[in-house]
């Protein structure tokens, strides 16, 4: 398997920073507005800004001073950055086994296998999105599930000030970037454990196809517009699809932080927080992880 792992040593002296980074906005979010817009044959509706084909009515979810979204890499690079100036380590390699001691009645992991070689670690963290088999070594009742999802990046090269959620032709749903491209998704497959090997998930032309489609059908720009990426990707789910935080049972130092489905992006950040705080303070205090408790899991 050809998988990376984000793997982050974090060294005694600086296991918790209180400052926080100095720049205000340093994961770049910029505003926007956010409409749902129902897609029928009808004419341009003066609220929106780029849907002037086939919308037949809309209804503004939020505008530029309640909305805010960020890039998702420019989010883990810039956490990144700030994690490596403050003496992280992040080594790349596929996690095959956890590392047990025979005889150890408390579970206590002394290290990972990756890429065949073990590695000694004191806390580990299992956060491997849609891919469950380690996790299973661990919690063998935490089965996870991915729901593919195709998207193309779309360049009209004009900065547009309107996300669009799609209510028709499928759901598509467009968020306008900051450097004149436009992310658009849709059309997900069904619930599925995923083989497919991470960073080799197969991209279907047809689905990619009936994405811009629809946005011909909805906007005379997109039409125009060239397209530049085109991409696959799977949202991670658990069984009861509630994200799964915490200890992992009958374990010392194990944890996982895993099936963030549809909202990973947005909560990544008090995810982290409430994480770093259970494993380094004993208790999560920003947020209660009761409800994510792996425990549920046996
Ligand atoms: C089309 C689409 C649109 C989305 N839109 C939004 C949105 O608007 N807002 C939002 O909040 N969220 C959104 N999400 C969801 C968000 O992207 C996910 O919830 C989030 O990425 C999950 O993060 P994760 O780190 O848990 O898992 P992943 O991002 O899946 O990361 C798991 C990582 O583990 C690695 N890995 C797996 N197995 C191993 C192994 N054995 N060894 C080493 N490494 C391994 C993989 O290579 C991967 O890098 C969207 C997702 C999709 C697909």
């Known amino acids: 398997m050809n998988a990376t792992i984000e793997m982050v040593k974090i060294p005694e002296a600086h296991s918790r920073s209180t400052t926080p980074p100095p720049d205000p906005n340093p994961w770049n979010a910029d505003r926007v507005g956010c409409h749902v817009a129902s897609t029928a044959p009808g004419a341009k509706l003066k609220n929106l800004e780029w849907t002037d084909l086939g919308v037949r009515g809309s209804r503004l979810m939020g505008d530029e001073s309640t909305i805010a979204q960020v890039h998702p890499k420019e989010l883990c690079d810039a956490m990144w950055s700030y994690s490596e100036q403050h003496g ?3 080594v790349k390699g596929t996690v095959e086994n956890l590392c047990y001691e025979d005889g150890d009645s408390e579970r ?4 990972v296998v990756v890429d065949g070689q073990k590695m000694a670690s004191d806390v580990v963290i299992l956060s491997m999105g849609p891919w469950g088999e380690v996790l299973q070594q661990a919690v063998p009742a935490c089965s996870m599930l991915g729901v593919k999802y195709h998207s193309v990046l779309m360049r009209s090269g004009r900065v547009l000030n309107e996300a669009v959620f799609f209510s028709g032709l ?8 900051n450097d004149g491209n436009h992310y658009v998704t849709g059309f997900p497959d069904p619930p599925q454990v995923v083989k497919e090997i991470p960073g080799e998930v197969e991209v279907r032309e047809e689905m990619c196809s009936r ?4 946005m011909q059908q909805v906007s005379s720009e997109m039409a125009e517009a060239e397209v530049t990426t085109k991409q696959s990707c799977y949202l991670p789910f658990t069984r009861d699809s509630v994200p799964c935080m915490g200890k992992v049972p009958k374990h010392e ?3 996982v932080a895993t099936g963030h489905g549809c909202w990973g992006i947005l909560l990544s950040l008090a995810s982290g927080k409430a994480m770093s705080e259970l494993i380094l303070d004993g208790e999560a205090t920003s947020v209660s992880l009761e409800p994510f408790d792996p425990k549920r899991f046996g």
């Open 108 to 111: 206590h992991i002394r290290g």
């Open 253 to 255: 130092n194990v944890f």
């Open 170 to 177: 499928g759901d598509p749903e467009v968020y306008p970037r």
């Open 211 to 214: 994405l811009i489609k629809t």
């Open 88 to 90: 992280s380590n992040f």
